[in-house]
């Protein structure tokens, strides 16, 4: 597809969220932050940003003002932090893909510039040993491998189509995919959160031979950071593929340490390392 996106001046930058679960996994908190630009060489003269989360039945768990009668300077960045807590908290994992619903609106004056809805898992991975654990609790992924293709459109694949290979996956007893090796179209994720496959999501580095070359590392990094801040917030994205059978050198341990800091909610792997929070030397070629 190719579109064109038109924001305010003043509008919402980013938004970025990660769950964590109380010991006990009844009680939940998604914390992160939203950015706000301005973008204008007018200042904002009283931003409000308010957020109102919904739970999976439709019903407004948390509705309040995270900022209030801010003034924005021309051309002024504001991150504000977040967190919300939620008693009884439904997790999202593949056998119940449980989806809250968080909506942003942005106002300047009382009138409303923006708004936003964004649909929320709450899912947390973690790796203990040799377990992966969903919200606490060891899963073991049945998973495979997947292409954007079709035999007549080639890559230029439809969310029809997508669709229709997700439920093929859940109708044969899988409970996740691997974008291999590259971004998928957007629409696969919001799938995925909806039927509850868990993806992991893959970088667009395949066979790279000269990951140690530095004058590579900022493309490395700039096209990892673009998958991370378009599918962060996707609770069946569960970790981060850094790249496919390719020699893990310099460039690739720039990236690791880049989305280690940048979202330290999901474990990380790569096709040819043992390293990292999960080891995929799954190709007798690179054992």
């Known amino acids: ?119 929320v898992g709450l899912r947390q991975t973690t790796v203990q040993g040799p377990a992966l654990l969903i919200n606490g609790r060891p899963v073991k992924i049945r998973g495979t491998c997947h292409h954007d293709s079709d035999p007549l459109l080639g890559r230029a694949v439809t969310p029809e189509r997508t669709r229709r290979d997700l439920t093929l996956i859940k109708q044969a007893n899988l409970n996740s995919l691997r974008t291999s090796h590259y971004p998928p179209i957007p629409e696969l994720l919001d799938i995925a959160d909806e039927l509850g496959i868990y993806v992991e999501d893959e970088a667009s580095f395949c066979w790279v031979g000269v990951s140690d070359d530095l004058r590579n590392g900022p493309r490395i990094i700039q096209l990892t950071a673009e998958l991370v801040a378009r599918d962060r917030n996707h609770p069946s994205a569960f970790m981060w593929s850094l790249c496919n059978e390719s020699q893990f050198g310099r460039g690739f341990e720039l990236s690791r340490d880049w989305v280690r800091a940048a979202d330290p909610s999901r474990p990380l792997g790569a096709a040819t390392s043992e390293w990292l929070d999960i080891a995929t030397m799954h190709n007798p070629i690179s054992i």
């Open 1 to 119: 597809k190719v579109w064109l996106l038109n924001v305010p001046a003043a509008h919402i930058g980013s938004l970025e969220l990660q769950t964590t679960f109380a010991p006990s996994l009844k009680n939940a908190t998604i914390a992160g932050r939203v950015t706000v630009l301005n973008q204008s060489d007018r200042p904002l003269a009283a931003g409000t940003l308010k957020l109102m989360l919904t739970d999976p039945f439709g019903k407004v768990l948390k509705s309040a003002a995270y900022m209030a009668g801010v003034k924005m300077a021309p051309w002024e960045r504001v991150d504000m932090p977040l967190s919300i807590h939620i008693d009884d908290a439904r997790g999202w994992n593949a056998e119940r893909p449980n989806l809250y619903t968080l909506a942003v609106e942005l106002s300047d004056g009382g009138t409303v510039i923006q708004a936003l809805a964004q649909k």
